[in-house]
C-alpha cells in the first residue's frame, strides 16, 4: 500500500508526512463518502451554480480540517475535485502523475493529491491558486480572456500568439517566456495534446502580472486512444510530427527570442528531470498497463528532442 498523498509506502491511505503537506493541523482524512458514479451527478447538478467549469466532472470544495473531511460548496471553495470520468480512463491518477512529473522540472504546481471514494475510486484534488485567505481572491485571467475568445474557441489560436499575450501582460516578460517554453516542452514530452487557450492563466500577485502555477495537465495521449495531434495549438504552423527544430530552434530563439544559455539551461534541467520519471510512473496510481503506455510515449518524445542522449 502507498500514500495517496506522497505515492510513499504506507500502512494507511493517508500517513502522517502526507497529511502535513496539506495543512499541518490535518491529524485524518476521510474518504469521500461517495461512489464515483454519485461524485459525477453531485458535479452535473452544481455545474450551473459553480465557478469552475470544463469538460471534465468538477466539485468545488472545502477542507475542515477540525473534522478530516472535504464538504462542498457551490461558492467559495478553496479545492476543486476531479472524479473519475465516464469518457475516458483513469483521469484521475493520469492527472495526479503528470502534475508531479511537472514538479520535478521546475514546474510550479498547487498541492494536489488523490483521495478515495466510497466505492475505493479515486478522486484528483488540487489546491485553487486563485485564492487567497478565507475570503479573498487573487486576479486572475486565462489566455482565452486575455485574447478576447471564448470557451468554444478556445483552439482558435497559435503558440506564436500564447507569446505574444506573455510579452503584452507580464511584468517580466522574458522571466515569463521562460517558464512558458518550459510547460511546452515538458507537454510535449508527457503527450498532452490539450494546451488550449483556457489552460494559461496570468495571475497579478505582489504587483505583477505573472503566469499562473500550472494546471490540468495531463497525458491525453493515453486518456484518448488513437490521438493525431501532438499540440492542441501550433506551432510554426504545426499541430503534429513536431520536431527539435520547431519546438527549440523556432518556438524557444525566434519566436519566445530566449538566448542560448536560457534554452540550454531549460534542455539541461528537464532531461535530467526525465531521468526520474520512470521510476515516479512506478509508483504511481495508474494500472500497470497505463504506465507501459505513458513511458513508451516518454520515451519516443524524448528520443525526438534529445536525439543526441
Known sequence: ????????????DYSSEGLKRINR???????????K???????????????????????????????????????????????????YQELP???DLTMRLA??????????????????????VIKRFDRAGRKGKVATEDFAQLSGLSRETKYKSSMEKVAKIVESFCTFPMVEKSKLFMTV????????????LKNFSMISTQNKVVLSPAYDLLNTTIAIP???????????????????ADLVDYYGGECLQLNNKTIQNTLNRLFKATCSWHATIENCFLSPE???????IIESRVERLFPES
Do not use: W
Open 25 to 35: 493541523n490535518l491529524n485524518k482524512l476521510d474518504d469521500l463518502p461517495y461512489s
Open 103 to 124: 514538479k520535478t522540472c521546475g514546474i510550479e504546481v498547487p498541492l494536489h493529491f488523490l483521495v478515495k471514494g466510497s466505492d475505493g475510486e479515486r478522486t484528483y
Open 290 to 296: 497505463k504506465q507501459k503506455d505513458y513511458k513508451k
Open 93 to 95: 491518477e493520469n492527472e
Open 185 to 196: 516542452l515538458f507537454s510535449f514530452l508527457i503527450g498532452n495534446e490539450d494546451m488550449h
Open 226 to 244: 488513437n490521438a493525431i495531434e501532438e499540440m492542441a495549438l501550433p506551432i510554426n504552423s504545426r499541430k503534429r510530427k513536431l520536431t527539435r
Open 37 to 87: 458514479e454519485e461524485l459525477r451527478l453531485e458535479a452535473a447538478a452544481r455545474v450551473e451554480k459553480m465557478s469552475i467549469q470544463g469538460v471534465q466532472p468538477k466539485l468545488s470544495a472545502r477542507l475542515n480540517v477540525s473534522q478530516g473531511k472535504f464538504e462542498f460548496v457551490d461558492q467559495g471553495g478553496t479545492y476543486i475535485l476531479k472524479p473519475q470520468s465516464a469518457d
Open 1 to 12: 500500500m502507498r500514500c495517496l498523498i506522497t505515492y510513499q509506502r504506507s500502512p494507511v
